[in-house]
């Protein structure tokens, strides 16, 4: 048997390899640069370019852009209406920004346990958690694979809910080959460097409705507008008027520009970690305590995030041994993610862990190996290999 690194043997690899990263090409480049070289660097023509590039790419009306995906979360709860009182509900597994949109305005956020299947948000248990106070639902697409969005939208329109679709991770994919993008009220995509294609920082909200899109837009620009149809009077050519307390919250026509360049590459990119899921499905199907992600039939993910299960009963050593022998490889080896009720502020808050039963025994087993665009055929060779190699030395 071969031995591992973190006993000293040489590891797969000699750099690390890390578990998503960005891929900025000359284009890209050039195009921040012409942005640059002219006159406009905040508000140019390229936020309203880019905002319809992804509005068209998912079919939707609308698309507002905003400085973060974490801003644009806070966007769509202003919009929902969700204020003091009101709760939105939303899953553990999850980014940590998921839920705090809503404590920025001011809500309760709800956790609802996860299907221990597709680790999304499970609608059973959506159902059992709505009060009289309930405002929203906030599916997330973990890892890229779409959520039940069909029950889920069954269920908010019995109640008379908002649905915020979290699809940080799922630009690209499908639900019952529909684009995500649409599914939902308003839907979020983020454009940090780790997601399908970035702006830097940056997000985006879709929507087909004329009212949200209109809120939207007030809440990222200080609740500020210009629009001769919404002034309630007309000082002079100058004259603008606050009528809500907005943010500010824009992207810049330098991130803009980026942007425009990326989404003509997201197919390729979509395609490519459709490509490298498909290789790590296959190698590690077979594998004795190792769960590969489930997709469900009505899903095409766009494949953000690989993560194995290592069944805690088929090892000699715990999660963490696993996962710091992975490190010791020098596969960038990650965790996604920490129940968001496990946090110490939300623990403050008083959330109940065994409230969450599947949550907890996802976050007890799951690591997110390396998976993005620009990998090399090499570095998926390197992930099987450094897999295999700590599989076989720590297995029952
Ligand atoms: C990335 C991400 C966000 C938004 O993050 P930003 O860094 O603010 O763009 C929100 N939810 C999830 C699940 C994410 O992964």
């Given at each position: 048997m071969e031995k591992l690194a973190i006993h000293g043997g040489s590891p797969v690899r000699s750099t690390m390899l890390s578990y998503g990263q960005q891929w900025i090409d000359e284009s890209d480049i050039d195009a921040v640069v012409q942005v640059l070289r002219g006159p406009f660097i905040t508000q140019g023509p390229h936020i309203a370019q880019f905002e319809k590039e992804v509005a068209e790419y998912v079919g939707a009306r609308y698309a507002v852009?905003?400085?973060?995906?974490?801003?644009?979360?806070?966007?769509?709860?202003?919009?929902?209406?969700?204020?003091?009182?009101?709760?939105?509900?939303?899953?553990?597994?999850?980014?940590?920004?998921?839920?705090?949109?809503?404590?920025y305005c001011g809500g309760t956020p709800v956790f609802a346990d996860i299907d221990p299947q597709t680790y999304n948000i499970d609608p059973a248990q959506i159902e059992k958690k709505i009060t009289s106070r309930t405002?929203?639902?906030?599916?997330?697409?973990f890892a890229g694979q779409p959520a039940d969005m069909e029950r889920i939208m069954d269920i908010a329109r019995r109640h008379d809910l908002t649905v915020i679709q979290d699809a940080a991770h799922s630009l690209g994919a499908e639900y019952n080959a529909r684009k995500v993008g649409t599914l939902a009220d308003m839907t979020m995509f983020s454009f940090h460097p780790v997601k399908h294609v970035t702006t830097g920082e940056g997000g985006v909200i879709t929507t087909d409705r004329e009212d949200l899109y209109q809120k939207l837009q007030l809440f990222r620009s200080h609740g500020i507008t210009r629009d001769p149809g919404m002034l309630l009077k007309d000082e002079g050519p100058w004259y603008y008027e606050m009528h809500e307390l907005g943010y500010h919250y824009r992207l810049t026509d330098m991130q803009a520009a980026l942007g425009i360049s990326q989404m003509k590459k997201l197919d390729e990119f979509v395609r490519r970690r459709r490509l490298i899921a498909a290789a790590y499905n296959e190698s590690f199907q077979g594998m004795s305590g190792i769960r590969t992600p489930?997709?469900?039939?009505?899903?095409?993910?766009?494949?953000?995030?690989?993560?194995?299960?290592?069944?805690?009963?088929?090892?000699?050593?715990?999660?963490?041994?696993?996962?710091?022998?992975?490190?010791?490889?020098n596969i960038g080896a990650h965790v996604h993610y920490i129940p968001v009720y496990r946090q110490p502020y939300?623990?403050?808050?008083?959330?109940?862990?065994?409230?969450?039963?599947?949550?907890?025994?996802?976050?007890?087993?799951a690591i997110t190996i390396p998976l993005f665009s620009k990998m090399s055929d090499n570095d998926v060779k390197d992930v099987l290999h450094a897999v295999q190699k700590v599989h076989a030395h720590y297995r029952n």
């Open positions: 852009a905003f400085s973060s995906g974490t801003a644009a979360l806070h966007g769509a709860c202003h919009a929902a209406g969700i204020g003091p009182g009101d709760e939105a509900i939303t899953s553990p597994i999850t980014f940590v920004a998921s839920s705090n949109c809503v404590l405002k929203a639902i906030i599916p997330v697409d489930y997709q469900a039939s009505y899903a095409n993910s766009s494949w953000h995030l690989y993560m194995l299960r290592f069944q805690q009963d088929a090892f000699r050593v715990g999660r963490r041994e696993i996962f710091e022998a992975l490190r010791a490889e939300y623990q403050r808050l008083g959330y109940d862990r065994t409230e969450y039963p599947e949550a907890e025994a996802f976050y007890e087993e």
